[in-house]
């Protein structure tokens, strides 16, 4: 005579302790996705002004000066030096490790600091082995392509990033494509930021075609947060536009 089935064990009918099923891929990439957009403080829940939100996604002073400081540094170094790009370059990655020496010293993530001195390193070690100063803005290209594709073809496919890293922040999932009115907003959202990753791709990629390398470091910076601050506060808008508040 067999042993009984215990609940729990294969084959004891309980539907109760039937594992979940494994999370889709939409699920791990809402995820990833919400995740970094509430270390950036864009949280659609929480109570906060639309300039407060932009300030802590632009990451506060320091994340604006670890932004836009090394970029700077090059560009200046660069100029005045009559094009010297060892001094350019030391001066841009130097400035990435002092911020992030800082972020070490006083215990704060360092994530951010972290990620900008990998890029700065990299894009230097790029443009110090081809001897173009050009070169050096050569990963920034590439990642403009690549956001740029990753959001107009996420809009084109009916499964817009933006929709997922809200389905996620808001626990919804991916149920707002059943939602006429979020689906089209989250499809416009992910194109207009496909047209900013473009739109920078167009502008600079002719400039490093022509070896302008002044004129490159400029327009990145002017195109690098004064356009990403607006975004950011639309994208925030449209969301709690189609998520309103309950009132009390």
Do not use: C
């Amino acid at each position: 005579m067999s042993d009984p089935v215990r609940p729990g064990e294969p084959g004891s009918g309980n539907p109760d302790l039937t594992p979940p099923p494994p999370p889709s891929a939409s699920d791990l990439l809402g995820e990833a996705l919400g995740s970094a957009a509430l270390k950036a403080g864009l949280d659609p829940q929480a109570e906060a002004t639309t300039g407060h939100v932009v300030w802590r996604a632009m990451g506060g002073w320091r994340g604006v000066a670890e932004s836009v400081l090394p970029g700077l540094a090059f560009v200046i170094l660069y100029t005045v030096t009559s094009q010297n790009l060892i001094v350019a370059l030391a001066g841009s990655v130097g400035l990435a490790v002092v911020f992030t020496a800082i972020r070490l010293l006083q215990r704060s993530p360092i994530a951010a600091a972290f990620g900008g001195l990998v890029a700065a390193a990299a894009a230097a070690a790029l443009a110090l082995f081809t001897g173009r100063g050009e070169d050096n803005f050569v990963p920034g290209l590439i990642t403009n392509a690549v956001y740029g594709s990753a959001f107009l073809i996420s809009a084109l496919i009916g499964w817009s990033l933006i929709g997922l890293m809200v389905g996620f922040l808001m626990n919804e999932g991916v149920t707002w494509r059943a939602d006429r009115r979020k689906r089209r907003v989250f499809f416009w959202l992910a194109i207009a930021w496909a047209g900013l990753f473009f739109a920078r791709l167009a502008v600079q990629f002719p400039l490093y075609l022509a070896g302008e390398v002044a004129a490159l470091g400029t327009l990145k910076l002017i195109m690098g947060l004064p356009l990403f601050a607006p975004m950011v506060a639309v994208t925030w808008l449209a969301v709690r536009g189609i998520y309103p508040r309950p009132t009390a």
